[in-house]
């Protein structure tokens, strides 16, 4: 079976409900009947519900950018996957190396997220990616592993259909700098080889495993036409429908 490509925008903390609501309206007629992709928007908390609204009967899915790992509680400023679940939420970006820079999430607290989100139904896409530093001393692989290994522990094959895997190298998010299809590639190797291990090779060869790192209209077809890449993680250049739609259609 191939893999269905995902295409996902992750807004980041940008755009009021208007302005999101805004580019829906103007980015859905440029996907009208695009069947080759999953495409999935991923505002933030505040404009989910009216995302999910203006979407409704697209085809266009929207994701929550992080969720709490409890179903409910004394938990002041989370949000959980019961509530995402409720408004019509299908995906939850887990683990974005900007959550693990700034708010100290752990392969550990990804992972209990992750079960959490698979429990509700929610489509985990969850973040992995070696920092420039570990690039260059040559760790990639290594840190690769170590949180592939992190992120999927406990989790059973016949669990593992619904997760998506977003290779990130910190060094190519929001920097410009892309990774070239080749590093992609050998990097989703490595990734999607552990997940064979972990998981078995069916599971690792229906598992999509998508890039992220300044994916703009320019370099889109490149990479996704690698065999190993099986769509994008696109933070900048998803905040423009026109952008984010050449994107969609590379
Ligand atoms: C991201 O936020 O996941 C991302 C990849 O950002 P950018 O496309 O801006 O590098």
């Known amino acids: 079976m191939p893999r269905k490509p995902l295409i996902a925008a992750n ?4 755009k009021t409900p208007v302005q999101a609501q805004e580019f829906t309206k103007n980015f859905l007629p440029l996907v009208a009947n695009h069947e080759r992709d999953e495409i999935v928007l991923c505002p933030s908390f505040t404009s989910l519900s009216v995302v999910i609204a203006a979407a409704t009967g697209s085809g266009v899915a ?5 969720m709490y790992s409890a179903d409910e509680g004394a938990f002041t400023g989370e949000t959980s996957p019961v509530m995402l679940k409720a408004i019509g939420v299908t995906h939850a970006i887990l683990g974005h190396s900007e959550r693990r820079q700034y708010f100290a999430e752990t392969d550990e607290t990804i992972n209990k997220k992750l079960k959490a989100a698979l429990q509700h139904g929610l489509a985990p896409i969850v973040c992995v990616g070696e920092v ?6 040559g760790k990639t692989n290594e840190v690769l592993l170590r949180q592939t290994r992190g992120v999927l522990a406990g989790i059973e094959a016949t669990q593992a259909a ?12 929001g920097t ?5 299809p080749q590093i992609a590639s050998e990097a989703h190797g490595v990734i999607r080889g552990e997940v064979a291990k972990l998981l078995g090779g069916t599971v690792a060869e229906s598992m999509r495993i998508l890039y992220g790192g300044s994916v703009k209209p320019e370099n889109a077809s490149a990479l996704m036409t690698e065999e190993e890449i099986d769509g994008a993680l696109v933070g900048g250049a998803s905040l423009d429908p026109q952008s984010f739609g050449k994107i969609v259609n590379y």
């Open 162 to 173: 619904p997760i998506v895997i977003a290779y990130e190298p910190v060094w190519a998010i």
């Open 132 to 137: 420039l530093a570990e690039r260059e001393a």
């Open 176 to 180: 410009g700098r892309t990774a070239t």
């Open 62 to 66: 929207v994701g929550a950018q992080n």
């Open 11 to 14: 807004w980041k903390m940008y």
